[in-house]
């Protein structure tokens, strides 16, 4: 299990550097649970920016869990 979260966390940290997001960056389902899950991996949470539009990708970012 850790093995596939590395692997997913690796492949976000990769589409981020390699330009264009996913589907557009378009937030879906699968790319909101990835992105979650890469957070998660360096015990972050996933959260909405301050006026992210929640249908965007890049309106999304990890924090620290606690902080808002």
Not at 14 to 22: I, L, M, Q, V
Request: proline share 4%.
């Amino acid at each position: 299990m850790k093995m596939i979260l590395a692997i997913s966390a690796l492949t976000l940290c990769a589409a981020c550097a390699s330009g264009p997001e996913p589907e557009g960056g378009v937030a879906t389902y699968d790319n909101l649970k990835t992105a979650r899950a890469a957070c998660e991996a360096k015990g972050e949470a996933l959260v909405l920016k301050t006026d992210g539009n929640p249908q965007r990708l890049s309106a999304y970012q990890c924090k620290r869990n606690g902080s808002q």
